[in-house]
Each structure stands twice: as C-alpha cells, then as structure tokens.
C-alpha cells in the first residue's frame, strides 16, 4: 500500500489511539482509515483525469479557432467518455459496508480496492500520451489515427472503472 494509508493511519489523535486499544474498535478504526484512504485516492485520481479532460477541451476549443470544426465530435467521443469516467470516480462508493448491505467488505477487500484505484491512477500518463499524439498531429494527416488512439483509451478508462466492482465480487 502506499503512503497515503501510512499518512492517514500515523496522524491519530490520542483518542484514537487509546480507541484503537479496545478490542473490535481497532479494526472498525483502520476499516475506516482505509475507506479516507481510497476516497482520498480516487479525489486525486479523478482531478489529475480532470486535468486531461480541460487538455481536450482546450484542443477543442483550438481546432475550432482553426477551422477545424468537422472533426471537434470525433474529439467531443473522448471527451465524454473521460467525463464518464472522472464522474464514475468521483461518485463511487469508498468501501462502507452497513449491517444489512448485500456485499460485505473486509479489510482485505478495503487492501484490493485501494490497489485498484492506485493502479487507475497510474493510467493517467496513458490519456496524457494520447492527448500529446492529438496535439502533435493537430493538421496533419495522422490527426483520425491519434483521435482513435485517445478515443480507445478513454474508453479502456471507463471499462477499468466498470471492472471495480469485481475487486468486490471476486
């Protein structure tokens, strides 16, 4: 895990320290640092897919300043399925598990989700190398290959998303 859980679990209070004394209350306690942890995560996560999601509009915005208006909807198909994702992530739940919920996660679970989302945190250098490639080819003929690319790759981030769930379902 990284050091995100060893920030959250080593800024305790003294009150939770002495909780985390109590039998039953431990375990409650980390089950809950690792819930921050993962919400915490994946805030990041979707700001830093945020930040190549205003890339793309800012191409946009280029191409039709530049008279490239017929292919702004090939770009606007990355473009939502980027939003999807980033919303996707931002609205997930963080790992809470009530008395009468049909899935119960534990703290191994809690351990592969916040392994999961860090991995899609990772595919962000991917959407920002595809988004270089449209920019580069921005008036050439490679621009519909690179679209593609960048299209395919949001895309990927949106199935990634989608598979979450199984991490809880395994």
């Known amino acids: 895990m990284t050091d995100l859980f060893s920030k959250i679990t080593g800024s305790q209070n003294l009150l939770e320290k002495i909780g985390s004394k109590i039998p039953g209350f431990g375990g409650y306690l980390q089950r809950e640092q690792r819930r ?91 959407v920002a190398a595809a988004i270089d490639n449209v920019e580069a080819s921005l008036g050439s003929d490679g621009l519909p290959a690179a679209m593609r690319n960048l299209t395919s790759t949001c895309a990927d981030c949106v199935t990634a998303f989608d598979r979450r769930k199984d991490v809880l379902t395994a």
């Open 36 to 126: 921050t942890a993962d919400k915490m995560l994946r805030d990041t996560c979707a700001a830093r897919y945020t930040e190549q999601w205003d890339r793309i509009s800012e191409i946009q915005r280029r191409m039709i300043n530049d008279g490239m208006i017929d292919h702004v909807d090939n770009l606007e198909s990355a473009a939502i399925k980027l939003r999807t994702f980033i919303d996707s992530m931002k609205t997930a739940s963080y790992g809470y598990s009530s008395f009468f919920d049909a899935v119960k996660i534990n703290e191994a679970e809690l351990e592969k989700l916040y392994s999961y989302d860090n991995a899609l945190l990772e595919g962000v250098s991917k």
